[in-house]
């Protein structure tokens, strides 16, 4: 899996990243929530590890915005904050599971295999889908399909990953614009159309259908093709 470790102590953020390196995950670790945006936007995550008590924009803050963003992807808090409150808080923002400092790494790495056992998969698919549906390998930044592999820029990335987790693979405009960094305004959703074009004809010329991207009207977006993302 792809995943984000957001822990402001170094030396656990450290542990963190090496103990699920070791265990074959692709694993980035940033000290801050700021970060995620500025390191990671072109970046799949699987699966969120985030502390509460970040300098700036909090744990609570930024589970809700990613859970927004990436509705399918798992989320795990890890946190010296022990009271009940803090607990029901962490759900209600979004997390899967909530694990008290300190936290034994069998039983995070449990914690990590338990999400990844949620996430969306390609098992159930019929024969005719397994043939046509599509690989998005996210941290090379390529799509690949029957017919071929084409190159996508960072936000192409952002947009298929996104479509791919949500449910019923349907996002509204606005939660794609979100997840791009840029606000609900004409111009945006004019340059949002446009790039919606451009990506569905690259994911054409590997293979997809014509309609592989639906305009859902006064709404968003829906894929209308398998996309495995890794």
Request: hydrophobic share 40%; aromatic share 4%.
């Amino acid at each position: 899996m792809n995943i984000i470790v957001v822990e402001d102590h170094d030396d656990l953020r450290d542990s963190l990243v090496e103990l699920l390196q070791d265990k074959g995950h692709h694993t980035i670790g940033l000290s801050c929530a700021e970060d995620m945006d500025d390191k990671v936007g072109k970046v799949s995550i699987d699966l969120l590890i985030v502390d509460l008590n970040l300098p700036g924009e909090d744990g609570y803050s930024l589970t809700r915005r990613f859970r927004a963003a990436q509705p399918k992807a798992g989320i795990i808090m890890v946190t010296a904050r022990h009271k009940l409150a803090d607990k029901v808080q962490g759900y209600e923002s979004g997390a899967d599971i909530y694990l008290p400092k300190p936290v034994d790494p069998e039983e995070l790495l449990a914690a990590v295999n338990a999400v990844a056992r949620k996430l969306p998969s390609q098992q159930g698919q019929t024969v005719d889908e397994a043939q046509t549906s599509l690989t998005l390998h996210a941290l090379g930044m390529k799509l690949e399909g029957p017919l071929g592999v084409e190159k996508l820029n960072d936000n192409e990335v952002v947009i298929v990953s996104a479509l791919a987790r949500a449910p019923g693979q349907r996002l509204e405009a606005w939660q794609l614009l979100q997840t791009l960094g840029q606000s609900m305004d004409d111009a945006s959703k004019s340059s949002l159309e446009v790039r919606i074009v451009r990506l569905r004809k690259k994911m054409v010329q590997v293979g997809a259908e014509k309609g592989c991207i639906s305009n859902v009207r006064n709404v968003g977006y829906q894929l209308c093709t398998p996309v495995a993302v890794y």
